[in-house]
């Protein structure tokens, strides 16, 4: 069972900067892939960034350039670094972990973009 928590949302105006971390409760190193997904309303849940175990990752073409996802294994913790944010990056912000068939989901976190 791996549990994750994430922080770092708010209020920014369009071309800001945010941090994103999500903390885990148990070791992800050896088995576990990390990514970062969103929500807004009426939207289904979308997938935004992806991170392996080694550390490669790979973006939605909506965030491609603007967004880094990072890891410290050692610190069972992931990042995701937004830049040049945009109104549309509003949503709800979800940490996962996956290993074969099990995925865990964080809480979520409210990132809000605007003027």
């Known amino acids: 069972q791996v549990q994750l928590v994430e922080s770092g949302g708010g209020l920014v105006q369009p071309g800001g900067s945010l941090r994103l971390s999500c903390a885990a409760s148990r070791s992800i190193s050896s088995s576990y892939r990390m990514g970062w997904h969103r929500q807004s309303p009426g939207k289904e849940r979308e997938w935004v960034a992806f991170s392996t175990t080694r550390g490669i990752a790979t973006y939605a073409d909506s965030v491609k350039g603007r967004f880094i996802i990072s890891r410290d294994n050692a610190k069972n913790t992931v990042y995701l670094q937004m830049n040049s944010l945009k109104p549309e990056d509003t949503a709800v912000y979800f940490c996962?972990?996956?290993?074969?068939?099990?995925?865990?989901w964080g809480q979520g976190t409210q990132v809000t973009v605007s003027s």
């Open positions: 996962m972990a996956n290993y074969n068939i099990d995925t865990y």
